[in-house]
């Protein structure tokens, strides 16, 4: 949440600074600004609204410097008002954060009476702060050292001094920050992506770090203000391409990108012609767990709750699915010989960082994270990569399928080490996954879910049934079309509907049922049964099994491409891997069809690094 981008260069930096805000704006898109210092003076410019507006703003009103910060906000304090809109400054100080500063309100209480705020942010009262040390007579370095030493919370800060011209400073605490160096530039960074262009070698500051950045140089203290050294590592973005592609929208790529990013995931699991799958973390020794807790947000959550069907049916270990924000603050308890897994695309979600600090002394930590060099993937005891790629759009498509991919090796490899997987089972669902990256690419080219989006934009409520992993499939589908669309939508294990929610159905009410032909189908289709009673308008996703059956049971009601969505039929394994795809897509779509920002929907951000 909330991007920071500054520079120190030997050109003017104001468009550089936007173009690395660019890459950031996915972490928060609500209002924009930057500031520079040139000849002597500190200038800044500040704008409401997306990133586009800020140029705009710097187009009429241009601004100028070699030295400069930038950031793109998600709010917390305050409104989406200009007023709002990072950097915050005085005469003399110019600064940009990410996190949030828990004790402002006391600072501020004291802060006030001294200054006048222009601000409802938490972020002004550092400011302040730095002002009172700086009138100490301590220099900039000290003043920011002292200033923070007052801060309780998480923060990602980037400072500029008037009287420093030549140097920028940066702070962080809990929230992530990277800097770069090259002989024409210094740059620092919210995440990898927004240097990847600019620089190969890249130092992630650890908790309590503070940066003096000059042209070419750094120097790093600690929280006890001593120099410290980190290691430059490669940058991993620095080969990717980030861009639309012929895509309309990032989300729409990622989503096709899925049958790629899969094979490729398959090839780190799956040597030719094996009769094994190589499990991504094999050093772990599933013999000796005796219970697992998996803990994510979001989306990431739902891979959790599908993966907990698969270690429990295979691998026959007792699996506790569980929210970050709901573990780190429940007391959990830990058995002996407890494994804890975080799941996280961004490898910085707050909630599970801290679910997965609070969890390591007491059980081996694992982090299944898609970005590289991530505060998750640092801090776990093992970490396991998901090889998605970047993903930009806000809503988790293509990290989703690749989660459930890695989990599901893991899950093999924790039943192959507990020998509850025979070597003939094994070669079957390798025969599976094998076929998997074709059956994607097939359900998404043949998808019909523009036509269905169609059907739903006047439904004034979504509900998506599913029973078994197509549960967490349909929790699924109800986020991510809330998340594009904004009509309220949710979901239920299909045995739930009349235990309460069966009282929302009527003849406006949309009804999503993922019902492929397995062992469940049965169940599903008395559920069909009760909603076609009460007049519900139902769209069911099934194999031509289930078609059949249906189509049987309730002649006339169901016809294919419309309110009957026809899916391979395929081994079980494979049934979440294919039948989020449509959903996805129904989002996607709906989204288009109401208008809506569907890579930067509304009041979201995809890094979400605060409480
Ligand atoms: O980066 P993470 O996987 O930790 O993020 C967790 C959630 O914030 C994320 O999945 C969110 O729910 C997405 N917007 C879903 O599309």
Redesign the pocket.
């Known amino acids: 949440m909330c991007g920071i981008v500054g520079l120190i260069a030997r050109d003017d930096v104001v468009n550089k600074i936007l173009e690395g805000l660019e890459r950031l704006e996915y972490r928060g898109y609500d209002s924009a600004g930057i500031a520079t210092i040139h000849e002597g003076k500190l200038d800044r410019r500040r704008s409401e609204g997306k990133l586009r507006a800020l140029k705009e703003v710097c187009f009429h009103a241009p601004l100028q410097g070699t030295i400069g910060i930038g950031h793109t906000r998600w709010a917390t304090h305050g409104p989406a008002i200009e007023a709002n809109a990072h950097p915050h400054a005085n005469h003399r100080i110019a600064l940009v954060h990410n996190g949030i500063i828990e004790n402002f309100s006391i600072l501020k209480k004291d802060l006030e009476t001294r200054y006048t705020f222009e601000s409802q942010t938490d972020t002004e009262v550092i400011v302040y702060l730095i002002e009172d040390e700086l009138a100490k007579d301590q220099n900039p370095l000290k003043a920011l050292q002292a200033a923070v030493k007052k801060l309780k919370g998480t923060y990602a800060i980037a400072v500029l001094f008037k009287e420093s011209p030549d140097t920028l400073y940066a702070v962080r605490q809990g929230s992530p920050l990277v800097l770069g160096i090259s002989e024409k530039a210094s740059y620092l960074g919210s995440d990898a992506i927004s240097l990847a262009p600019w620089v190969k070698q890249l130092c992630y500051l650890e908790d309590g770090d503070l940066a003096e950045l000059t042209l070419g140089h750094v120097t790093l203290y600690n929280r006890e203000d001593q120099k410290v050294q980190r290691p430059f590592v490669a940058n991993p973005m620095a080969t990717e391409n980030i861009s639309k592609g012929p895509y309309r929208h990032y989300m729409l790529k990622e989503i096709f990108e899925q049958s790629t990013v899969l094979s490729q995931g398959l090839q780190h699991i799956l040597e030719k012609e094996a009769h094994h799958l190589h499990a991504p973390q094999g050093d772990i020794d599933f013999k000796a767990i005796e219970s697992l807790s998996i803990i994510?947000?979001?989306?990431?959550?739902y891979a959790a709750m599908v993966a907990k069907y698969w270690f429990e049916k295979y691998a026959h270990i007792p699996v506790d699915v569980d929210i970050?924000s709901e573990f780190r603050y429940r007391h959990p308890v830990f058995t002996k010989n407890h494994a804890c897994f975080f799941?996280?695309?961004?490898?910085?979600?707050l909630d599970?960082l801290a679910a997965l600090e609070l969890s390591k002394k007491h059980a081996l930590t694992l982090g299944i994270?898609?970005?590289p060099q991530s505060s998750?993937a640092r801090a776990a005891h093992h970490v396991v990569f998901t090889h998605a790629g970047p993903e930009i759009g806000?809503?988790?498509?293509k990290?989703?399928t690749c989660?459930l991919l890695t989990l599901l090796t893991l899950a093999l490899e924790a039943a192959r080490q507990r020998k509850y997987l025979s070597a003939r089972e094994e070669e079957s669902m390798i025969q599976s996954l094998r076929s998997l990256p074709g059956l994607v690419h097939q359900v998404l080219i043949n998808n019909k879910m523009e036509a269905v989006a169609q059907t739903i934009l006047k439904a004034p409520h979504v509900i998506f049934l599913g029973r078994g992993t197509q549960y967490p499939i349909a929790l699924e589908g109800a986020?991510?079309l809330k998340?594009i669309s904004y009509i309220p939508s949710q979901a239920y294990a299909s045995g739930e509907l009349k235990h309460g929610p069966i009282a929302l159905i009527d003849e406006h009410v949309a009804i999503f049922i993922l019902a492929p032909f397995d062992a469940w189908f049965e169940k599903s289709a008395g559920n069909i049964q009760e909603i076609h009673a009460r007049k519900g308008h139902m769209t069911v996703f099934t194999d031509e099994e289930g078609a059949e059956h249906l189509q049987t049971m309730l002649p006339g009601v169901f016809h294919l491409g419309k309110n009957l969505i026809l899916l391979p039929k395929v081994d079980p394994l494979l049934h979440p891997f294919l039948y989020v795809l449509p959903l996805q897509l129904l989002s996607y779509y709906t989204g288009m069809l109401k208008g809506t920002d569907v890579d930067q929907p509304r009041n979201?951000a995809?890094?979400?690094t605060v409480e």
């Not at 994510?296 to 959550?301: I, K, L, R, V």
């Not at 799941?343 to 979600?349: A, C, F, L, N, P």
């Not at 806000?394 to 498509?397: C, F, M, Y």
């Open positions: 994510a947000c979001g989306t990431s959550y970050a799941i996280s695309q961004s490898g910085e979600t599970t994270v898609n970005v998750i806000v809503a988790s498509t990290a989703f989660q986020l991510k998340e979201l995809k890094s979400v």
